[in-house]
């Protein structure tokens, strides 16, 4: 029997508000985020038939409480999605919307599914990083890792260490970027379509939460200079270069080519192929620097190939690292032009899926762009990159 | 009264956020009703929570970067009105009227604000609760939203906060009167959201997954024009018609007898045409006059009879003692045994045996219940898997052998007290020593029954009312023998089976039929002696029984109620009497006295007159009733000093879940007191002023 890979192509993203951990979210269900947010990608694609979906995949890094009971099929019966619709969880870390994507991306191309819904939430008021966990004392007692793996803080101090010339000064300078292009984005009405507003109960009433909580457009290098190092005395890494702890969710929809034309469904993007590699876990934010070489080399692609950048920005220090890396410089407009995680925020699990909706936007935005990635450091020493292809691409500039 | 009998008050707060609608309609405050307790407390209004709304209204009114205001409430829940139990307490008109005041000043300020109000219905709105939605300008109602209804009128009051004039002015008075008066008369029905949608209350519905997102985003759409609201301007021209065609049915069903549904069609009549104050004036002078009524209190005590006491059975031994109930076996493949198969199938899940006499019969038996569940198959009321294992779980046989592992038997074979005593001596060769020995008779001793029995103090009564599927009462009886595990397991098998029980203690008939019969008794008597049919069988209109006493005669079958009857003269010899009459009619095989006509009325059957020999002594209405109360104060008062029951509100919810009569009354105790049949005949009032009636 003749087998052919098939092309992927994401339809659709939209995401909940990011919030603060303790903020307006604080006594929102994380499943109840990633519920609403199917139910967006549904009301916006009346075309497809909820029947259809082959798989929903959904990402948490913490799966217990109301981001465990198999999310996938949990959350898609909450949705309202038929019965005959199957789901799962899925966890890489901060990756984890991205390896649904990717493992349903995998499963279009070989033709097992046809349309697929991913999903990534993080509650971190709920559910804060580590909650539960049990680490192996192999880990320690062997030296397998760093005691600093498990403290993404002291992993992005550590960069700085692997990389003396990313002083402080240009992660901060670099942070004040993402918060400018955020409030440039917001501005110019950019973020806004893509944002499903979300109903939360409290003690102090119903509420309805339709921004980001994140944001600080009135940030300054003398405000970032004079900010804490909570990692290390004297160290480089503050709240203002990082992303912060909170809480969102994403969703997706993927299909494969063929049947988003017969089902009418609009395009934004296909996808070219993707990679995941490991580093020392004490170093995890370079992550992003081999799973792109991979992914660039699988796809017969050079970074020169590439027009627009979605990285996330867990570390400011750890986007310089990439972008050290190949060459490009730290206000290249190509790299995160709508802003990035140190201004809108990284709900961990949820985070892959805002990067590609971002990408979707900046190719709407730049039809003279053709080929664009998204990447992300993870947890315990990984990164993850996938290649997307414009489908609104006119032909070089 | 001491302080520390005033319940406090569980207060619903009203607390305001402020945010940014949807497609920059502008800003919304949102006020969310809340108690602070979970779904299973519904929020209500007292006075507290009127004031906090209050404040909450001060404080948007006050606002001047709004564009709406929004009002929803708890999860599950919207508001499901009046706090009733602060109702009870009301000694004064003027207190009366001051709390339909309350609520009308607090709530009419949400339609009367500068800017539009919307009504986010996220879950139950019932009674004030859906009228607070009413004063709005806009109504969303989610589809998750469990109970809808104006209740006021089931519970003897009119929707006094606005409700009666509102409505009919939304939605016009046919629909109004649907809400208002027939779905609060038909076992206080309740709306299904579709329902709010085709009478025009709910404006949109949505979803409950996302009700609130999609109820501001809707209300975004309207505040910028995306969205038109259509209302249909009600019919005036009708208008005094369908009073006219209401009147007339409210009539026919309770002759003037019940107050609450003819004031509050005097309310729809009225809203034609009063402006919003006048409207709203009516309304409190209409509650204030309801709540100073003997009626309404009785009415409330009926409803904390039916919600409270009915699901804690008073002097039911502890529910530790109760035995697993595994298997179930029914002597008899009646009619009777059959609906009861059915029942003990869906409720308790586990494998029911029927036996009969002949094989022929237990087919036919165990056929009816099959064809049962294929019809609720039919119907779409049960899945097929659930309907394979209801229909594997029924089964019948000619051999009582099969009840070995039976941890329950019942019997409902021939009312016969030789015939149930040989029933149990057989069973108990075959079932083990703690298997529950239970009796569905209505009028033999369950004592006598487990006299012969190796193990008296397994048997117990346990009497259904029929249809058994409907009627929610169970009388459990016990016997002189019965031992505590036997009861407790009586109970929660009842309970299993969704019914309200009532302990009695085995007395003949127990409380429902035994009431009913010495009351059916005095008004044939008084035909017998000459009464005219119709005066007789009208005499308890001002009741507002669900049926008049011949109506009920035809339901239960004359042959029945003579064989109770007689089964009662022979226990009580005074008192209960037996119609020579009422012999000739079983004997004809007559279905009644009453004679349907074509045209969907009755008539006295003429061949009935003339079977019946009557004396020359006619009594007025008045009389027949006076008689027919003076016995049932009677006959209460003894069974309370028998030990029947222990309290006279187990006998009113006996009536009121036994026989459907009516909250207004209390059940019956409240309204012996009421119209002076208990001193008359007792000496003293059943129930202290103030638990069912006006404080003294």
Known sequence: MGRSVREVVFVDGVRTPFTKAGGAFASARADDLVVKSFREILRRNPALPPAAIDDVAVAATTQIGDQGLTLGRSAGILAGLPSSVPGYSVDRMCAGAMTAVTTLSAGIMAGALDVALAGGVEHMTRHPMGEGIDPNPRFVAEKLVDTDALVMGKTAENIHDRYPKITKERADRYAMGSQRKTAAAYAAGHLQPDIVPIAVPSVDGWSLVSVDEGPRPETTLEGLSGLKTPFRPHGRVTAGNSSGLNDGATAALLASEEKADELGLTKKMRMVGYAFAGVAPEIMGVGPVPSTEKALQRAGLSISDIDLFEINEAFAVQVLAFTDHFGIDDEDPRVNPLGGAIAVGHPLASSGIRLMSYLAKDFEMNPSARYGLTTMCIGLGMGGTVIWENVNYAGAK | ?696
């Open chain 2, 1 to 696: 009264m001491s302080e520390s009998e005033i319940p406090t008050e569980v207060v619903t707060h009203a607390r305001v956020r402020v945010f940014k609608l949807p497609l920059q309609a502008g800003r919304m405050a949102l006020i969310t009703l809340d108690n602070d307790l979970d779904h299973t407390r519904p929020t209500t209004f007292g006075m507290q929570g009127l004031i906090e709304l209050n404040e909450a209204i001060d404080q948007v009114q006050a606002m001047d970067d709004i564009v709406a205001v929004g009002l929803t409430g708890k999860p599950f829940i919207f508001a499901v009105g009046a706090d009733l139990s602060a109702m009870a307490m009301i000694t004064t008109r003027d207190e009366a009227l001051a709390v339909g005041r309350a609520g009308h000043d607090a709530f009419r300020r949400l339609g009367e604000l500068a800017v539009p109000s919307f009504a986010f219905v996220n879950g139950a709105a019932m009674g004030g609760g859906l009228e607070i939605a009413l004063h709005c300008t806009y109504r969303t109602v989610s589809t998750g939203a469990a109970a809808l209804s104006l209740p006021e009128v089931f519970l003897g009051i009119i929707p006094g906060w606005g409700g009666a004039y509102l409505l009919p002015n939304l939605v016009g008075p046919i629909d109004a009167l649907e809400v208002i008066l027939t779905n609060a008369l038909t076992m206080n029905k309740q709306m299904k959201p579709a329902d709010a949608k085709r009478l025009g209350i709910a404006d949109a519905l949505f979803e409950p997954a996302d009700f609130l997102e999609q109820s501001m985003l809707w209300a975004a759409k309207v505040l910028t024009g995306e969205v038109k609201v259509k209302r249909q301007e009600p019919n005036h021209g009708m208008w005094d018609m369908i009073i006219g065609g209401a009147k007339a049915q409210l009539d026919a069903r309770f002759h003037g007898a019940l107050a609450s549904p003819y004031r509050a069609l005097d309310l729809v009549a009225g809203a034609k045409s009063r402006t919003r104050d006048e409207g709203f004036a009516a309304e409190d002078e209409a509650l204030a006059d309801l709540i100073m009524s003997d009626a309404v209190r009785a009415s409330l005590y009926s409803f904390n009879l039916v919600q409270k006491r009915a699901k804690r059975p008073a002097g039911a031994p502890d529910k530790a003692l109760a035995r697993p109930v595994t298997k179930v076996g029914i002597v008899g493949a009646g009619l009777m045994a059959s609906q009861l198969a059915l029942l003990f199938a869906r409720r308790l899940e586990v494998p029911v045996v029927m036996t009969d006499l002949d094989q022929a019969r237990v087919d036919k038996g165990v056929g009816y219940v099959h064809k049962e569940i294929a019809t609720l198959v039919e119907k779409g009321r049960m899945s097929s898997d659930k309907a394979n294992r209801l229909t594997a779980l029924v089964s019948g046989v000619t051999d009582k052998s099969a009840f070995a592992d039976a941890d329950f038997v019942i019997e409902a074979v021939f009312e016969d007290l030789g015939v149930k005593q040989a029933v149990f001596a057989e069973l108990e060769a075959v079932v083990s020593d703690t298997c529950i020995l239970a009796t569905n008779t209505s009028s033999l001793s369950v004592t006598a029954m487990a006299s012969g029995l190796k193990h008296p103090e397994r048997v117990v009564g346990f009497h259904f009312f029929n249809p058994v599927a409907v009627m929610p009462l169970l009388e459990i009886a016990r016997a002189k023998q019965s031992d505590d595990a036997t009861v407790a397991t009586a109970f929660a098998v009842g309970k299993a089976l969704k019914k309200s029980c009532v302990l009695v203690q085995d007395a003949p008939a127990f409380v429902v039929n035994r009431l009913l019969t010495r009351f059916l008794g005095e008004i044939t008597k008084a035909v017998d002696e000459g009464t005219d049919f119709t005066v007789a069988d009208e005499a308890m209109q001002p009741l507002a029984f669900p049926m008049s006493p011949f109506n009920l005669l035809a339901l239960v079958g004359p042959a029945v109620a003579f064989h109770v009857s007689e089964t009662m003269h022979a226990a009580f010899p005074d008192r209960f009497y037996v119609s020579e009459n009422m012999r000739k009619l079983v004997e004809s095989g007559k279905p009644g006295i009453w004679k349907k006509t074509g045209t969907g009325g009755q008539v006295i059957d003429p061949e009935v007159e003339a079977l019946f020999v009557r004396g020359s002594s006619p009594l007025t209405a008045a009389q027949v009733r006076e008689r027919a109360l003076d016995a049932l104060a009677d006959e209460a008062r003894l069974m309370l000093d028998e030990g029947v029951v222990i309290a006279p509100e187990d006998i009113d919810l006996c009536m009121i879940l036994g026989a459907g009569w009516p909250f207004a009354n209390g059940g019956i105790t409240p309204y012996l007191d009421r119209c002076g049949a208990s001193e008359r005949v007792n000496g003293k009032r059943f129930l202290a002023p103030g638990i069912a009636s006006l404080p003294a």
